[in-house]
C-alpha cells in the first residue's frame, strides 16, 4: 500500500524529520510519500497560519490522491483540511493528533499533550473536544518556545525541555501516556519514554500504523452523511485543479 | 463607527442581500461596507468549500480592516477566519452563527438552526459545541436543500421551506427560538416570528448589533493567550499582503 | 427606547453608582431608570438574601414594566426575578451576570469571574452551569470580602483587591477576559483592563448594550414554552399588585 | 425525631393529602408536623409562583425550625427555598424532587419525571441538571394540564392520565423508574407501580425517609462554604423574624 | 427487616470492624448479618483483586438472599457484584461508594472521598463518572498507603493521615463534605468531622441507612430493562449454586 | 507477533468463528491463538454473565500471556478483566468494543452499535461513557433476540435482522459508521457495509489489526498509576495460578 504524509507548513527540514524516522515503523509492504505544502507558512503556531496552510495542502493532496490509499495531514493539530480531504476522497485521512491520542487511549487511562508556543494550549484543548476526547484528556502542557525553535536549539536542550514539562504532566497532571504534540518532535519519543516509564506516542508514527490497520482491514471513510462528497459549484480565483475536489 | 461584513461565498447576490437588509436594522451612525471574498466558491456547503474560501476571506479583510472598528465574517458556520482575524486584529470579529446564539440565549431558554443542505447538520453541531452552547441548542435541522437553492426557487417556496422545518423544531424538539442558518435565508425572520410566534434570528442582523454594542461599550478582543498576534514567518507562494497579520 | 434597571439590594449607594456609570456607554436615545428594590437585604451574599430581594424587586418591576422596553436585574448572580419577569411581559429581561459572560464570549476564549465573597464562588459556579456556559468559565474567585466591604474600604484599597484577583485568572487559571462580578465593582473595569491588557467586563453596562441591541434589532422574549405566560391563581397573603403578573 | 413538611403552594388540599399518605411510611418514631406557606399563590406553575411562594414559606421555617430535625420543602421543583434554608440552618433540608431522584437513582439506571403542566418540563430538566444528575435522566413529560387539575378532575381521570404517560416514559424512552413530578400526585405511586411494574416515587415520602436515614446517621448539612450562615445585614420592609435567619 | 452486608476481600478483621460500628447507627428493628467473601483476595486495590473477589461474593448472596431484605456490598468501589445481584433478585442492593455520595449531595454542594493507595484515585473518579456525579464530586485524594496498612498502622497514626488529606480536600478543593474511600476507615467519621466541621461520611453506614429508607417506603430495584434477571444458560466449570441467578 | 484472542463465554462454536473470520485480515506475520474461557457461561447477556467468565478468561490469560505479544477479550461489552489484564502484563490488552469504536471515529463523524438482546443497550452506553466517547455516539439498538440466538437462527435470517437495525442506526439516528456489537455478529461486516454503503466494524478484527498496530510502534501498556501491578496479597480459596499476577 501506498500512504501520502503532507507536511503542511513549508519547512522542509521538517519532511526530511519525519521521511527518515517513519522507516523504523512501517510495515515493509507500507511505500510513504512525504510532501512538502506547495505553499504556506514556514510553521504553523496559529488559526492564521494553519488557514495560509491550507490550500498549499490541498493541492498536493489533489495532485496525489488517485494514486495512494491513505493520507496522513502531519500538522499536530485539528487541521482543517483532514475533513475536507475526508469529504473528497473516500481513502483513511487522519491527522496525527487525533492518530496520537487513539493510540494513547489504548494502552493508559489519560493522556497529556506536550506542545511548543503557549497559543496551541488553547488550541489543542478546542482539538481534544472535538474529537469526543476530553474525558480522556489529563492536561495540555506547552514549552513555551515557537514552534522554529526545534529546529535552532541544540537536540539535547529540546530534548531536555520536552522531559521536563513531561515530567509535570505524569507527576503534577497524573497522566500516564504522553503525547508529543509538534511534529518537529519526531524522534524523541522512545527515549523520553525511558525516561519517564509511560508510553511516549509521535502522532506521524500512529498515523501510518492506523492507516496501515484500516487499509488491512479494507476501511475507507464513510462517504454518507457529514462527509458526502461535495457538489459542484463555480470557483473564481482558484486554479482549476480544484474542481477535482467536486463531484 | 464602521463595520466590514465579509461575505465569504462569491455570490455577489448573498452581498447584496446582506447590503440591503442590513439597513433596516443598523445604528444610524453605523457605517456598514459589505464585500464579496476576493476568490473561492460561490456557495459553501462543505469544510472543502470553506477551505477555499478562507484566502479570498483573508484578503479582503486585511486590506480593509485597519480602516474599520469591527468584522463580521457572514457564513453561517463556525468559520475558521473569525478565529484567524481575532488573533490579528484586535478591533471585534463576529461570525453569524455565534452571533445568532448568543442572541437567542438571551430570549429564550433553548433554540434551534434551520439550516440548508444535509452536511450542515453535522457542521453546525460540531460549531455549537464548539462554542460552548450545546446545553441550549434544542436542534440543528435541514431544509435538504443546496445553499444556492436559495437563489433558484421562488421566495414563497423557500419562505414554506423554512416554516416547515422550523414548525418542527418548535412543536418536536421544544425550541423557543429559531436561528436561521444560512446568510442566505436574511429577510425572512420577522415574517417566521409572526407566524410561529417565536424569535426568529438572522446572524448577519445580529452580529452587526453585537458589534455596535461591543463598541459602544469600548471592548476589543484579547490579545492575551488565544489569539495572541502571530509572530511572523517565511510565507512561501502566497501574495505579500499575508504577512501584515504577523506582528 | 427606555430601559428599567432595578437595584435587587436595598443600599441605595449602590443604586446611585449604577445611575452614574451607565451615563458612559448607553446610546443618546436611551433613556435609563435605576431604581431600587422596593424590600430587602441591604446587599446580597447567599440565596437567603436573593429570596428576601426576589418580592421587592418584583414590585418595582410590575409598576413600572408597561412603561418600558427592557429591564435589567442589576444583581451579579443568577438573580430568580430574571426568569420571573421573562414569564410576565415580553420585553427583553437580562440579567447582569449572563449578560457579562455573553459579551466575554464574543472577545475571548475563556473568561473569569472575580466576586465578592466565598460563598459567590459555588453560586456563580451553579449560575455558569445554568446559562449553559462551563466550557467558556476558566474560574471563580473571590476577594473573601462582604458585598459591603466595596463601601468601607477606600476606592484604592477595592482597586488593588480586584485587580490582585483579576491577575491570579488571568496567570494561573488562563483566562483572557475577566467580569467583574458584583454591581458593587461598578466603574473598575477601564482600570483594571489597561493594567492586564486583557478585556474587563462590567455586567450593568453589558446588559443595557445587550438591550440596547435586541431592541435595534426588535427582538423580545419567546413567550412559548418555558417562558409562556402563567395562568391566573388565587394569592393569599400579598400585595394585590402581583395578580398583574398573570394572564 | 420531628420533620417539619411545609407545603410552599396555599392550597390546604395538597398539605391534607401529604398528611395523610406519609403516616403509611414514616418510622413510629417520627413525628410530622404539616403546614401550609403562610402567603402565595394557590399552586405553582412557573418561576414567577415560586419566587410569590418563597416568602411564606421560609417565614413557616423561622417559626418551626428550632423545634425539628429536618425539613421537607414539598414543591416538586428546585425550590429556592431548600438552599436558603440549608444557609440558615443545620439541620437537614431536603426538597422532595432531588429526594426522588436520588432513590430512583438507587434502584434503577434511569429515572423519568411525570409532571403536570408543560412548562415544568424546562424547569424540571433546569433541576436535573443542577442536581447534577442529567446522565440518569431518561426524559421529563408532562400531562399538558395545570396543577390545580388534580384537584377538579376525578381520581380516576388523574390516574389514567399519569399512567398513559409513565407508559411512555417506560417504553419509549427506557426509564426503569418514575418519579411523580408532583406533590399533588401523592399516593397514585403504588397503584401505577403495580400496572407499570416498575418503581414509582413520590416526593415526599422520599424526603422523609432521606431525612430518617440522615438523622440516624447523625449527619447534618455543611455550614463550610456555600452553605455557610449569611452575615447580618440591614433588612427593609420584611417582618422582623427575618434576622432571625443571620448569624 | 433484615439486611445483608458482604465484605468482598477476605480479611476478617474489616469484617469485624463493619459489624460493631454498624450496631450505633442501625434501626432496632434491622437485624444486620455481615459476611466475608467466600473466596478471593484479601484486600482490594485493582480491578484484577475486584475480579477475584466476585465469584466469592456472589456465592455469599446466592446462598443468603431469599432471606433478607437489602444487601450490601461493602467495597468502596463501583463494584460489578453490585449490578450482578440487582440483576438476579428485586430487594435493594447498594454499594457503599454510591451510598456515601448519595447522602453526601444531601447535606453539602461538593465532596471529596479520601482513599487508601493511589491506584484507587483513577477507578473511583471512574466510579463517580459512572454513578452520574461527576458534577457533584470536588476530588479523588489517596493517602498514598495500601489497604492493609488500615490494619497495619495504629489507629492515631491512620487518623492523623486521613485528617491530613481530608484536609486538603476541604481547603483546596472546596469540599464541603467527605466521604471515607475505604471499608477499612470505617470508625473515624464523626471523629474527623469535629476536627474539620463539615459532614464525614462512612459508606457502610449510608448504605444501611438507605437500605431502611427504601424497605420503609417498600420500593424495591426495577426489573425492567437493565436490570431485568437474566436467561438460563449451561455454566460450565462452576458451582450449581450460581445456576440460581437465572430465571 | 502472536495475538491470543480469549473468548470470554464458553461456546465453542462462537471462538471457531472468530478463528476462521481473522485469517482474512491479520498480516502475514502475526500468529493467532483463538480460545474459549476456561469456565463461566455459555453466552454473556448480563453483568451476572459476565462475572461468572471473570475467572476463566484470566485464567486462560494467566496461562498464556508469557508467551504472547497482545491480548483481544473477544465480548463485545467493557468486560473487566481488558483492566485486571493491563493491571498485570504490559503487552497491549484490548476489548473489542472499545476497538470497534475507535476504528469507527477514524472513518466517521458518528458511529451506532448494533446489539444482540435489550439489556445490552444501557450496558453498552455505559461502556461508552467509560471510555470517553459519549459525543461520538448516535446510537445503541439491540435486535431483541438472546445472544444464542445468532447461532440458532438461519444465517439470512440474522444478517436481516441485523441489516434493519443498522439501517435505522443510519436512517432515523444519522450514524454514518455502523460497529457490529456482538463476536457472535462476526462476518456480517462486509456484506451489511456494501448494502447501506457505510463501514460496518467488527471488533475481534479491529483489535487484532489495533494490536498489530501498536506492536509495530513498540508501544506497551502504561504500568504508572492506575494500570501499576497490583502487590501480592493472600488469596482463599483461588488456584495458585492467580498469584502470577502480583509483583
Not at 524522534?187 to 523520553?192: A, E, L, Q, Y
Amino acid at each position: 500500500m501506498k500512504i501520502l504524509i503532507i507536511n503542511p507548513n513549508t519547512s522542509e527540514s521538517f519532511t526530511d524529520k519525519i521521511r527518515t524516522n517513519i522507516q523504523n515503523y512501517k510495515l515493509p509492504t507500507t511505500n510513504i510519500i512525504v510532501k512538502t505544502a506547495s505553499s504556506g507558512p514556514e510553521s504553523i503556531e496559529s488559526i492564521y497560519d494553519e488557514l495560509l496552510s491550507a490550500q498549499g495542502t490541498l493541492e498536493i493532496a489533489l495532485q496525489n490522491m488517485n494514486d495512494c490509499d491513505g493520507i496522513v495531514i502531519a500538522c499536530y493539530s485539528d487541521h482543517p483540511t483532514v475533513y475536507a480531504l475526508r469529504e473528497i476522497t473516500d481513502i483513511p485521512v487522519l491527522g496525527i493528533a487525533e492518530s496520537s491520542m487513539y493510540l494513547a487511549c489504548m494502552v493508559g487511562t489519560q493522556f497529556s499533550i506536550v506542545t511548543t508556543n503557549r497559543e496551541w494550549e488553547s488550541l489543542l484543548w478546542d482539538a481534544v473536544k472535538h474529537f469526543g476526547l476530553a474525558d480522556r484528556c489529563a492536561s495540555v502542557r506547552s514549552l513555551g518556545l515557537p514552534v522554529l525553535a526545534l529546529e535552532n536549539y541544540s537536540t539535547e536542550e529540546i530534548y531536555s525541555s520536552i522531559l521536563e514539562i513531561a515530567r509535570k504532566c505524569v507527576e503534577v497532571d497524573n497522566a500516564d501516556v504522553i503525547c508529543l504534540g509538534c511534529a518537529g518532535m519526531t524522534g524523541f519519543d522512545k527515549r523520553i519514554s525511558s525516561e519517564l516509564d509511560v508510553p511516549v506516542i509521535d502522532g506521524v508514527v500512529s498515523a501510518v500504523k492506523l492507516i496501515e490497520a484500516l487499509d488491512g482491514y479494507r476501511i475507507r471513510t464513510s462517504k454518507r452523511l457529514a462527509y458526502a462528497r461535495p457538489r459542484y459549484k463555480n470557483l473564481i480565483g482558484l486554479p482549476p485543479l480544484f474542481k477535482n475536489g467536486y463531484i
